[in-house]
């Protein structure tokens, strides 16, 4: 053997040494994580997306591709989690393998979709495939598909790219998102009182999409939040591990008990607790699964109305990215043609679900299923509660624009849904993910700059734009929460230090882009009451202006509406400057 196919078997060993150990680490079976303490998590800053109806007027419809795979083209595989996101891709590909007359066939490539839903066998893929690629340039390349909010914590496998000479790189398209199927499930009490969640504990995969949803919940209604999975804090949230998102459910309709250490403001008390999980953060099917085999949990929120935070993104390595530019274009062309199709055309759509089932291979769901809960539906669970089930939408070409922010006067929704949840994961979690990649190294916007020139001035399908009635006030609310952005004295201008508070409340309400915004005034009790009721106007009505000059695309007419409520209700007792501090406030209701 030489000295080259030696070093190869070497690294490939370390790789599945390496990851093999990983699994084992976060799964919590070779070692428990040292006691936290609780923390409370400052608001958990996102970006607004689109919520409408999805569907494509004036798109003529092609014909769909066949079931005959093609015997040529640059071989290519895609690795993907059980996820309705993908539909676009799956028609554009015809099928498991490509098929003729399919868009990717068309683009000159042979591609084999394979379900992978394990997210750390990906990374491990990622770098098995970067020392072939090195070995012969020739070979397969991989690309691999994961939820937009987890690319941080998945990042982390760039060390280990480092060492074999490459890196990350973010296909700079996404087929489509999650809108609904990913959920924080949990009794219903939890809807009407967030404070409910407290001493309760939630089943999930760890540092991941679903997770986030919960933590974002968590955030923008003040809970508290224990980060340490082996013990159990009564005064926050809890979270119980599990190794994928269809075992966080089973966790829930299994009644699966946890044994843990009572922590109480951060200190062991010496009291062992029985734990079991309250509530789940999972997708479909698992959500399927808890309503059908158990019951007892509704949708407390979802990516529906956290509408930008759940983006499907593909990744592969730099050295097959940089080497096959020709072929990047074509694949985001046949997703973007796909796109337009799979929102227009009900048989469109119905091909990519059969597609979808022969891909996930589960025996029990056929395409009607997908398809079913794509479109996302209200059944009955086990005992007789209507809740919330599936939910996902496709993207074209003008969705990816609004995405990254290259429509005009956009907002990168997804530079700002990255950096959120890294930086929440980092501190949550310093131990697993100490730091993470900045997005700018892995993203190159050039491909997608180049298909918005090809395509500059011809009748493109638009974007989903939310749509919001000016005069609709919020029926349900989702959160709500206060904000000490500082005002001048007496004033409805901001201080220099409010720019931050600003920013951070902008970035929070552009990811939960399907919900009204109601921003109210609160002021204390020193001086005249009817000044004091204007100026709580003013302020509100400032902080509307200042997000709405900032996004007009993710501020639209209507979304935000003003209340002013001057002295009226306090939170606490005036009797003391700490006091009239608290109660000069802006709170932030989300809802719908």
Known sequence: MTTRG??????????????????????????????????????IELPTASGGSGVQQGVAQTPLPSATPVQTGTPLT???????????????????????????????????????????????????????????????????????????????????????????????????????????????????????????????????????????????????????????????????????????????????????????????????MEVRADAVATWTPGDVNIAQQKGGLVSIVSTKEYSNQMPNIMVTTKRWYDAHPKEVAGLMTAFAQAGDQVKAHPAALSKAADISAEVYGDKDKNGGYWLKYYQGVEEADKLGNVVSLG??????FSDNLALFGLNEGGTNIYASVYKTFGDVQSKLYPQELPSYVPLDQMLDLGPLRAMQAQYKGKNVAPADKPQFAAGDEIRRSVSRRAWNIEFNTGQSSFTPAAERQLNQLFDDLVVAGSLKVAVHGHTDNAGDPQRNQQLSEDR???????????????FPEGRIQVFAHGPSEPVVSNATPAGKAKNRRVEIVLGN
């Open 6 to 43: 030696k070093i190869v078997i070497g690294l490939l060993i370390l790789i599945g040494a390496y990851f093999g150990i990983n699994k084992l680490v976060n799964s919590d079976v070779l070692f428990k994580k040292a006691t936290t303490q609780s923390v409370l998590l400052p608001s």
């Open 78 to 272: 895609w690795e993907v989690m059980a996820w309705n996101s993908q539909m676009a891709a799956m028609l554009a590909n015809g099928g498991p393998r490509t098929t003729q007359g399919s868009a990717v066939a068309a683009s000159g490539l042979n591609l084999q979709i394979r379900r992978q839903d394990d997210t750390s066998k990906m990374q491990e893929d990622l770098v098995k495939n970067a020392v072939e690629l090195q070995n012969n340039p020739n070979a397969s390349g991989l690309i691999v598909s994961i939820m937009g909010d987890g690319l941080p914590a998945f990042s982390s496998v760039q060390a280990l790219l480092q060492k074999v000479g490459t890196g990350l790189a973010v296909i700079p398209y996404s087929v489509g998102k999650s809108f609904g199927e990913d959920k924080l499930m949990g009794p219903k009490e939890w809807r009407d009182n967030p404070k409910a969640a407290l001493g309760k504990t939630i089943a999930c995969y760890l540092r991941d999409g679903d997770q986030n949803i919960a933590l974002k919940w968590c955030s923008d209604n003040g809970l508290k939040i224990n980060p340490d999975q082996t013990t159990y804090d009564p005064q926050a949230v809890n979270f119980m591990a599990a190794s994928d998102f269809l075992v966080a459910a089973e966790k829930y309709t299994v009644g699966s008990v946890e044994s843990r250490d009572k922590i109480v403001d951060g200190k062991n008390t010496g009291v062992k």
């Open 391 to 396: 939910g996902s939408k496709a993207f074209n």
């Open 540 to 554: 509100a009505l400032a902080v509307r202006q200042w997000l709405e000059a900032k996004s007009r695309s993710a």
